[in-house]
């Protein structure tokens, strides 16, 4: 079975500053994809950025970028220059090549403060 | 160039009631996916779709639920006798085929509210 946990339901950051939110999975696939989703408060569900397990490159997305640990199923994420708007609710999530379906985290909420 | 579309955006139904929740996906896309996010939680699996067929209903409740994707117009995800536990928000994603089910785009979703 596959498990994607987010142990950090809420964190802060001061507008400018960096911060990393964390996550880690389970999994025996070999091949599978990892995302992280950012949920506003309108509830769309936008995607930030997408990792491929085969490769071993950090994937990176302007400001937002991921740090992948195969090994130890983790993919957490840093978002530099934190902006207002990047206030909202941030799900990882995982889909394996032979699944149908994407598993989530249960969020982090983040405020960015002024 | 439209993306998966989800109306209603709210529904408020009584206990007892049906609540009928369409997606309509992305163009060129021919499967649909129904997760449910339970307040205060993250997106849950109920059930894969492409055109006529169900591929995995795994997620869904045995009972009550129920979901399909006809030939012609969106995909239906139906709730009958709804109860409290019931009120989520529901989100349909859209790939183009099985091949690409790790690009699923979310629509909007559909809040139900269950008085």
């Known amino acids: 079975a596959q498990t994607v946990t987010q142990s950090q339901p809420e964190m802060s950051v001061q507008e400018a500053e960096t911060v990393t939110l964390s996550c880690t999975y389970d999994?025996?696939?070999?091949?599978?994809?990892l995302f992280w989703y950012k949920q506003p408060p309108s509830r769309q569900m936008i995607l930030v950025i997408r990792q491929e397990a085969y490769k071993q490159q950090n994937a990176t997305e302007n400001r937002f970028s991921v740090n992948f640990q195969k090994a130890a199923k983790s993919f957490s994420l840093k978002i530099s220059d934190s902006q207002l708007g990047d206030t909202a609710m941030y799900f990882c999530a995982f889909t394996s090549n032979t699944g149908n379906q994407f598993y989530f985290g249960t969020g982090t909420s983040l405020t960015v403060i002024p | 160039n439209a993306g998966v579309m989800q109306n209603p955006r709210h529904l408020v139904r009584r206990r007892g009631q049906e609540a009928r929740l369409r997606c309509s996906p992305m163009?060129?896309?021919?499967?649909v996916y129904w997760y449910r996010q339970l307040p205060e939680e993250g997106l849950k699996f109920m059930v894969y779709l492409q055109k006529e067929n169900i591929i995995d209903e795994s997620g869904m409740p045995k009972e009550r639920f129920s979901a399909e994707f006809p030939k012609e117009g969106p995909s239906i995800l139906r709730i009958q006798q709804v109860v409290r536990g019931d009120s989520a928000a529901y989100f349909c994603a859209s790939s183009r085929n099985r091949d690409y089910q790790y690009e699923q785009y979310f629509g909007p979703g559909t809040r139900l509210t269950v008085t």
């Open positions: 163009k060129g896309h021919s499967h």
């Open positions: 999994t025996s696939e070999s091949n599978y994809y």
